[in-house]
């Protein structure tokens, strides 16, 4: 309901920064994610903190629905960590070569809570509106792109970490970067806005 609200009352990006492991809904849930897709809203959602690798074990909500794709308006965001190195990923982050699709800073961010104060807080719920922020900024200075070109151009301009030994979360044990996400790469706007300004002008020409 959430999510078909936000839809019909204009967003044209949800932050999706909850999860859990069960869904006993997940048709309803399915139902609302692909009501969103056809009117081009982005959904962007946390992988969670768990250290799990999400393909075995899902984190709902997904798009996924008997191992096949339901939509295509949904992107998993994985944590980073606040190190370089093998350290790079959040040891708590949850990945997936097939369901996370990209990182995002997710450690010791300073962030508002409630009563009007702040606090530094880690997270993949801090990680994905990172990237709800460059989605939605995207779309405010490309507004004739549609949501899933900026999805598609988020993806496709990420800094590639492809071939870089990083930790497995939870583990010591060291992992190609490219096991851990679709992209194996972390987002980065200045790349995008490039992407976004190439694609505009394609468009006009």
Same mark, same amino acid.
């Given at each position: 309901?959430?999510?078909? +609200?936000?839809?019909?009352? @204009?967003?044209?990006?949800?932050?999706?920064s909850f999860g859990k492991?069960?869904?006993?809904?997940?048709? #309803?849930?399915?139902?609302?994610i692909k009501y969103a897709a056809s009117k081009d809203v982005l959904i962007v959602h946390a992988a @969670?903190?768990?250290?799990?690798?999400?393909?075995?074990?899902?984190?709902?909500?997904?798009?996924?629905?008997?191992?096949k794709e339901i939509s295509d308006n949904l992107i998993t965001?994985?944590?980073?960590?606040?190190?370089?190195?093998?350290?790079?990923?959040?040891?708590?982050?949850? +990945?997936?070569?097939?369901?996370v699709d990209v990182f995002a800073p997710g450690a010791?961010?300073?962030?508002?809570?409630?009563?009007s104060e702040y606090m530094e807080?880690? @997270?993949?719920?801090?990680? #994905?509106?990172?990237v709800s922020g460059v989605a939605a900024m995207l779309k405010s200075y490309f507004p004739t792109l549609s949501m899933k070109e900026i999805k598609d151009i988020m993806l496709s301009s990420a800094k590639s970490y492809v071939g870089k030994q990083q930790f497995k979360p939870g583990t010591e044990e060291p992992?190609?970067?490219a096991t851990l996400s679709v992209t @194996?790469?972390?987002?980065?706007?200045?790349?995008?806005?490039?992407? #976004?300004k190439a694609l505009e002008a394609s468009k006009m020409n």
């Open positions: 309901l959430a999510i078909r +609200y936000a839809v019909d009352n @204009g967003a044209k990006v949800i932050n999706g492991d069960y869904s006993p809904h997940k048709e #309803c849930v399915w139902d609302a @969670g903190n768990d250290s799990k690798d999400v393909d075995a074990e899902p984190n709902f909500p997904t798009d996924e629905a008997n191992g965001i994985g944590a980073l960590n606040n190190k370089f190195g093998k350290e790079i990923v959040a040891d708590f982050s949850n +990945y997936g070569a097939k369901n010791e961010i300073y962030n508002s809570v409630p009563q807080l880690q @997270g993949t719920s801090m990680a #994905c509106p990172m992992v190609d970067f @194996g790469g972390v987002v980065n706007i200045k790349n995008a806005v490039k992407a #976004c």
